[in-house]
Every structure is written in C-alpha cells, then in structure tokens.
C-alpha cells in the first residue's frame, strides 16, 4: 500500500516534492494541494502563451493533467518547480501549435465570434499602452518554443540556468532562443512603429 | 573577442550569469565596439518593455481547480502506481502482502457499498459526490427534440408567474418566475421534463425568432459540467458552446439555471444577465 501522509501533518506543511511523491500514489488531495500552490503561476504562463483568457484556463487545465499523468516519472530527489515547469512548457509549446494549426481551417465566423469574446475580456480592455499591446502582438507572433521561452524567462523571472532546465535544452541553447525572440520582438516594434508613423502622416495630408 | 561570439553570450552576459573573466573580457568588447554596444542596449530595451507588457496579475479563476479535480477523480481508479513507491528489493516479500491488503480492501469497498445502500436515511439529501454531473449534450438533444416536435406546453405562456405557479407542484421545487418581456423575448409556455432521471423545469421563449430554452434544476440534486466562466455586467457566468448550441448557465438560490439557444454567446449572454437578475421563485 502506498504510505499515506499523517493525518496530524498539515499537507501546508508538507514540501512540494513529498506531496509530488503522495499524489503519485495516488493520494489526489496531496496533487490538490500541489494545484492550490502553482495554479495561479501556471494560470499565467498560460494566460500568456495562449494570449486570451479563454484559452488560459483549458491550457492550464491541461498542463495539471499532463503533469498528473506524468508523475511516475518524476524522480523526488530533485526539486519539483523546475520538473512542473518543463511539463508546463511543454504543454504550452504543443498547444501553439495546434491551435495554430486549426486556425488555419478555422472558419471566418468562428473567428468572429472568437474575437467578439476576447472583446468581453476585461484583462484584453485594461491593457495600458499601444506599445505594450504592440509589444503583445509581437510575443504572440513568435515562434511556440521563442515563445515560451520569452515568457518563462520574462514573466516568471527564471534564470536562464533555470529557463534551460524549464526548457530541457543548453543553457546557451536558451540564452540564444531569447536573444533571437527578443531581437524579432525589437524589429517587429520598429516596424510597426514606422507603420504607424506613416498612417499618421497621410492622415494629416 | 570576436562580435559574434560576444553577441552570443549577450544574454547571460547581462543576466550576469557567467564566470566573472568573461564578463569582464565583453565589458571591455562593449567599450570599444559601437555595432555590439547598440546591439546590448536594443535587446535590453526589448526586455523591459516585454516585461512591462507581459507582467500581469492575473489569477487562476476558481473554476480551474475545480475541472482539473474532478477530470482527476474520473481518471483516478485506473492509476495503479505502487511500483513507484516500493524499492525493487523490498517487491517480492510485499507482494503477499499487498494481495491481502488489495483483497481486502476489494470486499470492504462491496460491504461498504451494500451498508450506504441500505441505511440511507428518509431525508437524504445527496452530497456532492452522488450528485448527476448534467450533461450539455443531452439537455442540447432536449432543446433540439422539443423545437423539431413541440408539444403543447404544460402550462401555456406568456404569463410568467402563472407558468411558474403551475410548474412548481409538478417539480417539488419552487421555479423562479423569469418573465423576458423588457428583453423582448415571450413566454411560449413551461413544462417539466426529465434529465438523467432528475426533474428540470423547462421554460420555452421566443426571442425575435430565436427560439431559447430554459431549463431550472436543483443543485442538490444535479451538478454542472466543466465550463467557461465569464464576468459580464459584474455577474459570473458557465458558458459553452457545442454542436452549434450556445449554453449559458448561472446558479441563484440553490438552483442552476442553464440557457440554450443556436444564438451567438455574446447576444444570448445579455438575455441570461437579465434572466439572472429575475430568477427568484415564485
């Protein structure tokens, strides 16, 4: 029988890799526990991979099962964050491209009808500057692994030693990925900024 | 050192996550080379305005941990993962061991399944984990049957407090009076209908040619399916769409009430926001 945790221990108390060892045995409330503790920060890793909040929480919803399914394979000697985040990563990178794939087939009223949600999306409204939202735009067109790259490194502050176990690449592997993502992020910005510039001027013509 | 090898290294240069004498040898690249100088100060500004753009403060909604839990308890009986767990010395003297333990724990979950069956008090009210998860398909199949086949209504419309009055004797649950006239929808009339076994109040309108449905259940009795939650109008709402059916749900006095119509979720959300503000019993 798998060990169960002392009644007379808080699972609060317990650190994550004990409760990743319970839960794979079967022990659900030790991975609710683990859910309680990482859902916001993989809510938003999600949140900004997938770029609506539509998406977000069936990508994260995901990413908890994929993790759960997974967790025989995870070895308790070494830290848990890093193993969360690679399923994680992985996840999201998988995602981008299918969706990607399926909005190639997606039909122009389905994509209506997508667009008029993330308009009711108040997070979408409170956005604060055109450049951030260009900004946005930029990280949304990056390629899925420069992507998530981006917003692990960015968003959830890794280091790229971190970011590189995260990732399940070299270290200079995962400096490069992020360099390139950020250099296209730049040029897309000066483009868009020219173009902008340029509207403006036939504007006052 | 050479432009392409500093750039390169750029990142963990400026992340300050390499040995301190390369550091120093791109220190004094970066003083006299302008393309690399630039190239730093771009990509640094890049990261900025990323992280100005991408930072959030966004959390999880509440129905996240809810559908990961419960797709989990589905998945949960399969999972037979004691491998994990016992060193490959220690298998085969627990082997024994664990088929007594597993047999005895098969005829305890029987016993104990047969001891629930049999002292289940007069007033049960059944807890969450014997509750009906609705299923969208199904109500979806009723909305569709009843608008290829309409039979007449049990309690004709379009008043809406007589509909509830004459449904609620038939439910044994008090149904809310909606009356959608200010929206421009009319009561066509209500009749009680039957889901999984579990009596629902059904609710039929015509809404400028759109035929909407409106089912009301017993929360105790049945519980919803994984949805989409959206805040509209500061009200909190289950969404879904499927086969080309909108639903709509939102729960009020210990009822769950689920709208259904082929009409877009933007259009069939306002009717449901004002649905919700008026789905009080009789």
Redesign the interface.
């Given at each position: 029988?798998?060990?169960v945790p002392d009644r007379s221990i808080a699972l609060s108390n317990l650190p994550d890799e004990e409760l990743a060892?319970y839960a794979?045995?079967?022990q659900?409330n030790c991975?609710?526990e683990l859910?309680?503790r990482y859902?916001?920060r993989?809510?938003?890793i999600c949140?900004?991979c997938a770029g609506n909040?539509?998406d977000a929480?069936d990508w994260?919803?995901e990413c908890?099962?994929r993790a759960?399914?997974q967790?025989?394979r995870y070895d308790a000697s070494l830290p848990f964050t890093p193993w969360l985040l690679r399923v994680v990563s992985n996840t999201c990178v998988n995602l981008i491209k299918t969706r990607k794939r399926r909005q190639q087939w997606m039909e122009l009223g389905l994509r209506d009808?997508v667009i008029?949600?993330a308009a009711?999306d108040?997070?979408a409204r409170a956005?604060?500057s055109e450049?951030?939202?260009r900004?946005?735009r930029a990280?949304e067109e990056l390629p899925p692994e420069m992507r998530v790259a981006?917003?692990l490194r960015?968003?959830e502050d890794l280091?790229?030693?971190e970011l590189s176990e995260a990732l399940g690449v070299p270290?200079?592997t995962a400096?490069?990925r992020?360099?390139r993502a950020?250099?296209r992020?730049?040029e897309s910005?000066r483009h868009a900024g020219r173009d902008a510039g340029e509207s403006r001027g036939e504007v006052d013509e | 050192m050479r432009c392409a090898r500093v750039?390169?290294?750029?990142?963990?240069y400026a992340?300050r996550?390499m040995a301190p004498a390369e550091a120093a040898a791109i220190s004094s690249h970066l003083l006299t080379c302008a393309r690399c100088a630039a190239l730093a100060e771009?990509?640094a500004?890049?990261?900025e305005?990323?992280?100005?753009?991408?930072?959030?403060a966004?959390?999880?909604?509440p129905?996240?941990?809810i559908?990961?839990?419960e797709?989990?308890?589905q998945?949960?009986p399969v999972?037979r993962?004691?491998r994990?767990?016992i060193p490959p010395s220690a298998m085969r003297r627990r082997l024994a061991l664990?088929a007594l333990?597993i047999s005895l724990l098969v005829s305890g979950y029987f016993a104990g399944q047969w001891h629930a069956g049999r002292i289940k008090p007069a007033g049960y009210v059944a807890t969450r984990e014997d509750r009906i998860t609705l299923s969208l398909a199904l109500l979806g199949k009723d909305h569709l049957e009843y608008l290829a086949n309409p039979q007449p209504a049990q309690i004709p419309g379009p008043d809406a407090r007589e509909v509830a009055l004459g449904l609620t004797p038939l439910l044994k649950f008090p149904v809310a009076v909606v009356n959608l006239q200010s929206e421009g929808a009319r009561l066509l009339g209500g009749r009680k209908c039957q889901v999984h076994g579990v009596p629902i109040a059904f609710l039929l309108y015509d809404w400028e040619g759109e035929r909407v449905s409106l089912y009301q259940m017993d929360e105790r009795k049945i519980t919803l399916p994984?949805m989409?939650?959206?805040?509209?109008r500061g009200r909190r709402f289950l969404t879904g769409r499927m086969d080309g059916l909108t639903y709509v749900a939102w729960q009020s006095g210990g009822m769950h009430f689920m709208m259904v119509s082929g009409a877009?979720?933007?259009q069939l959300i306002r009717l449901a926001c004002s649905a919700s503000g008026m789905s009080h019993p009789a």
């Open positions: 029988m798998p060990p060892r794979a045995a079967g659900l991975f609710e859910l309680t859902r916001d993989v809510y938003r949140y900004r909040t539509e929480e994260a919803q908890f099962l759960y399914r967790l025989s009808e008029a949600m009711l108040p997070l956005l604060a450049e951030e939202r900004a946005l990280v981006v917003v960015v968003l280091t790229f030693r270290l200079q400096a490069t992020v360099r950020l250099a992020v730049r910005l | 750039q390169e290294r750029l990142p963990l992340a996550e771009d990509l500004a890049a990261d305005l990323i992280a100005d753009a991408l930072r959030t966004v959390e999880a909604p129905t996240l941990a559908r990961v839990m797709s989990l308890r998945l949960a999972r993962p004691w994990a767990l664990g333990a994984p989409r939650e959206v805040t509209f877009k979720l933007e």
